[in-house]
């Protein structure tokens, strides 16, 4: 005699919309409904509960890792390309609902670069939609030092966030990349693509403050001579994007360009400039040029502009005027009779 398995289903309907009451499920039975592709089922307080689905509660609700020992195991695995949604914080804000994290392993899809060259482990995707007036976040880390009142200053530093990339192959690999793309012609409003805030209370009376730190050594962490091409390379990519100014300074930036540190045993460059390259000044950033100093290619010599000369006048009117050490020292500018 052949004794066959046997088969039960679920309570379910096929109603869209339909949630079961109290009267149609007993206590802990399962109740589906198809059309939606929700679970139901009911507690002992008579309640009829979702238990999963789309629109379902909170995965917290169900699925906790308190006393949670990795060895191994995985906490919450998803496939390749799906996507762990993020409960919004506020939730009478809107504008937060399109935040999900996801790993993008598909070489075709868009993302921070050209379609088809895109690989990333961990990616966070935010779309803003609700117009705001304030600062939004996509990514934010904050960490607060602040010890314990009495307690003995720490000598270690601490960092709040530290990317670490190694390089043991011979490849291109970028340590941080910030990419940001201005897909308006004619923006109106200005856009950063990378900002480093520096907040300060009081003087500085000990140089211990610094604002942007770059640290050049050796790989090994050894004393020797090796060589880093470019400390800082700034790059406008001709016919495409053009770079107004490289360095702008603002407000109260204290000296410009220091350079008093530079080892002089190696006869070490301070500016090193091409031929027909100049050095102009101006009395304010509204104002035009008013002179400028280079050297010129075509005459291999150097090119003063914006020195005021007065053809056909007495001859005072037409002088460079040097002070060295609190002296003046007048030099005519007679007219060259060769062309230049």
Known sequence: MVTKATRFQNRRTSTPGKVFTSTELLEAELGVNTADRKLYSKDAAGTVFQVAGQGGRNPGDYLQFENFDGAGLQGVAIKDGGR???????AAVNDFAD???TRDIKTTTPGLGTAGQVSSTMRIDHAIRKPIDSFEWAFVVNMLYQPDAGAAARAGEHCAVYPRVEKRGDGRVWCVCSEYRDFTSNPTTGSVNMEVGCGATGPDPNNQRIGIHLVIGSANDTAGTNIVSDGIAIFAQPGYAQSKRHIRLQGQAGVG?????????????GVAMATNQFIKWSDTQSTPWRGSIGFSGINKTMALGGVPVNQGLVTEDRRLTLEINGVRYDINCGLSTTSP
């Open 84 to 90: 762990l949604w993020v409960k919004k914080d506020n």
């Open 99 to 101: 935040v999900w994290i």
């Open 257 to 269: 360009v220091d350079m008093r540190e530079l080892d002089t045993v190696y006869s070490d460059i």
